[in-house]
Every structure is written in C-alpha cells, then in structure tokens.
Nanobody
Framework: QVQLVESGGGLVQPGGSLRLSCAAS????????MGWFRQAPGKEREFVAT????????YYADSVKGRFTISRDNAQNMVWLQMNSLKPEDTAIYYC???????????????WGQGTQVTVSS
C-alpha cells in the first residue's frame, strides 16, 4: 500500500498558477499509476489528471486540458500537478490517488491523501 501526502495549495487570483506536489511512501511507487482528483463543496470528487507508471502516458479531464500538466519522478517518489490559467471553478480540495491498474481507469484510484485546498478568487 502506498501512503500519499499532498501540498502546495493556496489562494491565487484568476489567471494565476500553482504547483501541487504529492509525496508517496513505499518501495513500489513505480508500480502505480498516479492521479490528481478534486472535490468542490457540495460536489462529488472528480478526476483531473492521471499518469501511467513510467510517466509516458497522461490523461486529462476536458475542463483542465491545455492548462494543467501532471508529471512524476519515480526516483523521488513524487507526483506534481502544474496548474496554469486558473479559474474560479478550479476551486476545490485536490487529492492525490494511486492505482495498480491502468491510468485511464479513473474509478479505480484510491489510497487518498489528506488533500490540499486550492482557492481561485480575486
């Protein structure tokens, strides 16, 4: 099992940028597809972006495509989400998740961290 700790959230103005980080513990990190998900108040948790075990394949929600970039470094057990051109509708708690299965099976992700709050507001 992998344990995940997210960081990097904060308050940013519309159009701004943030970089979220996810630190993973466990020797089998490179076996996992990794992903970022978010949950806004009163809404279900939703998929944002996922990346396969090697970092060679990524998958994005249409709402963030072209603005967000997911990346990973297996040597450091780290996953990042670079968020540019942020919008108020991006406001949510962002969670890092892991999946031993395929990166595109977003419903199979779990092992959630505690989340990091992102607020986009002027």
């Amino acid at each position: 099992q992998v344990q995940l700790v997210e960081s990097g959230g904060g308050l940013v103005q519309p159009g701004g940028s943030l970089r979220l980080s996810c630190a993973a513990s466990g020797r089998t990190f490179s076996s996992y597809a990794m992903g970022w998900f978010r949950q806004a108040p009163g809404k279900e948790r939703e998929f944002v972006a996922t990346i396969n075990w090697s970092g060679g394949r990524t998958y994005y929600a249409d709402s963030v495509k072209g603005r967000f970039t997911i990346s990973r470094d297996n040597a450091q057990n780290m996953v990042w989400l670079q968020m540019n051109s942020l919008k108020p509708e991006d406001t949510a708690i962002y969670y890092c998740g892991a999946n031993l299965g395929a990166y595109y099976y977003t419903a199979d992700f779990g092992s959630w961290g505690q989340g990091t709050q992102v607020t986009v507001s002027s």
